[in-house]
């Protein structure tokens, strides 16, 4: 599965086979942490950024769960950075220079660009946050966001509320 996951030499081409791959390890038998792993293992794989990873909502915070990529922060408050503003707007935020994000959280100072997507559980409710970060200026567009999104989407069917007792 991971040999064929960067098949495609396209942004746009890569995305539908990532997205059955999320969809595959949705529908496991796994232990929900270990869908996580490879969900983020099989996006950092497709997409090679700087690190891939997720912040679950638990209580009144962004708690880092599985991450690829260098050390992180492991805790965001509601509304802080871009994945707190992500969390707090229930919205796809693209920062294409995160120099320029009023009060962005610089976990690493590599981190150049980024897209934060918010999770939702099947009621609806933001649980978790997908961040991306690259060492570029500009990686992530509208293409990004519009197949992200549905990596997100797919992610709804996953057992948050056990993931957030954890």
Not at 26 to 33: L, N
Request: with cysteine.
């Amino acid at each position: 599965m991971q040999d064929n996951i960067n098949a495609s030499e396209t942004k746009e081409g890569k995305y539908p086979l990532l997205l059955s791959v999320v969809e595959d390890f949705v529908s496991s038998g796994d232990h929900p942490i270990s869908k996580l792993s490879n969900i983020v293992a099989a996006i950092h794989e497709t997409l090679r950024p700087l690190w891939t990873g997720f912040y679950v909502v638990i209580e009144d915070e962004l708690q880092l769960f599985p991450f690829q990529g260098p050390l992180a922060c492991t805790r965001i408050k509601h509304g802080k950075g871009v994945c707190g503003q992500s969390w707090a707007q229930d919205k796809v935020l693209v920062v294409p220079d995160v120099e320029l994000f009023p009060g962005h959280i610089a976990c690493s100072s590599r981190s150049r660009s980024e897209i934060v997507l918010p999770v939702h559980s099947l009621k609806g409710e933001v649980v978790a946050v997908l961040d991306i970060d690259s060492e570029e200026i500009g990686t992530f567009d509208e293409v990004d966001a519009k197949y992200l999104t549905m990596v997100c989407d797919a992610l709804s069917a996953l057992p948050w509320a056990r993931l957030q007792e954890i």
